[in-house]
């Protein structure tokens, strides 16, 4: 009798789940089974690993709750249909190792026979490390896409493991000021590995980094419909090989809180061996809402019509710049109208001849064979 109320118990917290189909059944000796053909739910306390020989369909949300791990081998494919339905989340608490290769990268993608941006959603990580967005003292805040909790004071937090990933076609898009990313790291932790990942085509921005201490490695941007790659909200972190290339506004956009410019923790971004090369309506590299601290060296910027974008009214940025804290040490302007927007005296820029992500405006060696459209 103990074992059927059980039962009822489980199957009555599987079907109240709001607005997702569970398809997991409960883990065994094999792992979580999941239909490829319908890939949605969620799981907790399990670790559910695809097949890569099969192909999945993501229709839904598909949840990685706290205590879970989502394992996704070296070529599989998820293709995903439904809009700002379908996405992949993983939760604080949970864990997501995507297994990729240089040849054999892991494949998230829209099941449009005519693929555009916005098809789908995106990957959303939430971590338990801090960010400013809920305050300085390790507070939450709640993911602008999922609903999920993100934030805390555990720095040195595990989501897991990211590496050969590419996102095609993300964004899906709820509104104006509301709308998913390639990938969204919400106070990621220095705990989680996130290198060898691109956006394709990605309707918003293609990477964002909300706070968290995550670093991000060999990371590609590529025709992004916003900025290619942002960090916001007390992002503490170093961010080195970055090719970015095809973007619709800024190459970076780096802030340090959108509500209070002197927020803290504030951002502090180390980054290194960067090439972004254009188009883009704001700048190649843009300093934004209270900026922060960035130490910048090894820069190539190329084919824009400004190369550091600064507005005149961000008082915290252009104090930032002022008290030597935002700098770039060397950076090489490459066909760029107007280097920067600064009127100030500080010497915050030293030129140089760089290789930028290993080849100037070309497309890196470390590149080859896993991204798209370079």
């Excluded at 590299?285 to 824009?304: L, P």
């Excluded at 600064?310 to 950076?331: E, V």
């Amino acid at each position: 009798m103990k074992k059927l109320i059980a039962l009822f118990i489980t199957a009555l917290t599987i079907t109240s789940c709001i607005q997702i189909d569970e398809n997991v059944v409960r883990n065994d000796s094999t792992g979580t089974n999941i239909d490829p053909t319908n890939f949605q739910g969620r799981i907790s306390n399990e670790t559910a690993t695809l097949d890569a020989t099969k192909e999945y369909n993501l229709t839904g949300p598909f949840i990685v709750q706290n205590g879970a791990r989502l394992v996704i081998p070296a070529g599989t494919v998820i293709k995903a249909s439904g809009g700002t339905s379908s996405y992949i989340a993983v939760a604080q608490g949970g864990q997501i190792d995507v297994n990729g290769t240089s040849s054999k990268p892991v494949i998230m993608t829209s099941a449009s026979n005519t693929p555009a941006p916005g098809d789908w959603g995106g990957l959303v990580i939430c971590g338990k490390a801090p960010t400013n967005k809920g305050g300085s003292s390790g507070e939450t805040a709640t993911a602008e896409v999922s609903d999920l909790t993100y934030g805390g004071s555990t720095a040195n937090d595990s989501s897991g493991s990211i590496r050969y990933l590419r996102v095609e076609y993300t964004g899906a898009t709820f509104n104006g000021s509301k709308e998913f990313n390639g990938v969204s790291l919400f106070a990621v932790g220095s705990g989680t590995t996130f290198e060898y990942v691109q956006s394709y085509n990605g309707g918003d921005d293609g990477i964002e980094f909300f706070g968290g201490t995550v670093n991000g490695r060999y990371l590609v941007s590529t025709g992004s419909g916003d900025d290619s790659i942002d960090f916001a909200d007390g992002w503490s972190g170093t961010g080195e090989y970055w090719y970015i290339n095809k973007g619709t506004k800024a190459g970076i956009e780096g802030s340090n809180n959108g509500d209070n410019g002197n927020a803290t923790p504030k951002t502090t971004a180390t980054l290194r061996n960067i090439s972004i090369v254009g188009p883009g309506t704001e700048g190649a590299m843009y300093i934004k809402e209270g900026g922060g601290n960035w130490t910048v060296e090894n820069v190539y910027v190329a084919d824009f019509d400004l190369g550091i974008k600064l507005k005149d009214t961000d008082t915290p940025a252009i104090q930032s710049i002022n008290d030597g804290n935002i700098t770039f040490n060397p950076i090489q302007f490459d066909n760029i109208t107007t280097k920067d927007q600064y009127t100030g005296s500080a010497s915050y820029i030293t030129e140089g001849n760089n290789t930028g992500a290993g080849n100037g405006k070309n497309a890196p060696t470390w590149a080859t064979g896993w991204t798209k459209g370079l």
